[in-house]
Every structure is written in C-alpha cells, then in structure tokens.
C-alpha cells in the first residue's frame, strides 16, 4: 500500500509535465509578434526564455525514465541539457541558438507535452 503521506506518482508527473508546458507557452507568449532583430536587443526577453528553458530542463529531470520514455517523441537529450546549455551560452551566437529553438523546437515539444497532458495514461 501506498503511502498516504507521499505525493501520488501519477499525479506528481502531470504536475511535471503541465510545468514543463506553462515554461514552453511562456516563452513563446514573450516572444510573440518579434522577429530576430527585435528578440536580439530585448535582453529582458532574452533572459525570460533563459530562466524559462532552464526551468523546463530541470523539471525535465525531475521525472522518472520511465515516464520519458512513454514520451519517446520528445528529444528528451536536448531538454535535460537544457539548463547547462543556457547558462553555457555567451554573448554573440546564443541570441541566434535561442531563437532557433524558440522558432522550431518549441511549439513542437509544446504540440507534445499538450498532447501528453490532455490524453489519459
């Protein structure tokens, strides 16, 4: 018998993954309506994405493999690198690396991570 005083594990991954999702929508509700030239000089903007990428990375790790795994479409290598690969990125070339994965990544994990939460395990 479980626990009464443990969080229910089920439950605890859609608290996960509905993070992992409300970070994605951030980032992408920040960026709406810019291009690159506008992303590239609002470093308010840039540092939300950041904090928010850094953020889906690490709930990204706080679930179990297993759970990954019945998520296989994610590229769950780039989301668990997420946090290192934010705070590695200088300045110059991460403005053009961010607003790639901004622009192409994202809304497709966000596609995903939607899916996972609105379908029943």
């Not at 506008?38 to 709930?59: I, K, M, S």
């Not at 790790?61 to 200088?90: C, F, G, N």
Request: net charge negative; hydrophobic share 45%.
């Amino acid at each position: 018998m479980r626990n009464p005083e443990l969080p229910n594990p089920h439950r605890l991954r859609w608290v996960h993954l509905e993070q992992m999702q409300q970070a994605a929508q951030r980032i992408l509700d920040y960026t709406a309506g810019m291009d690159f030239a506008d992303f590239a000089v609002d470093g308010r903007t840039q540092d939300a994405v950041r904090y928010n990428l850094h953020q889906l990375g690490l709930v990204a790790a706080s679930l179990h493999k297993s759970e990954r795994e019945e998520l296989a479409e994610l590229d769950w290598r780039s989301i668990l690198d997420l946090p290192d690969i934010v705070s590695r990125l200088h300045f110059g070339i991460q403005d053009e690396i961010l607003w790639d994965l901004i622009q192409r990544t994202l809304p497709y994990w966000l596609v995903l991570l939607e899916e996972a939460l609105e379908s029943p395990r």
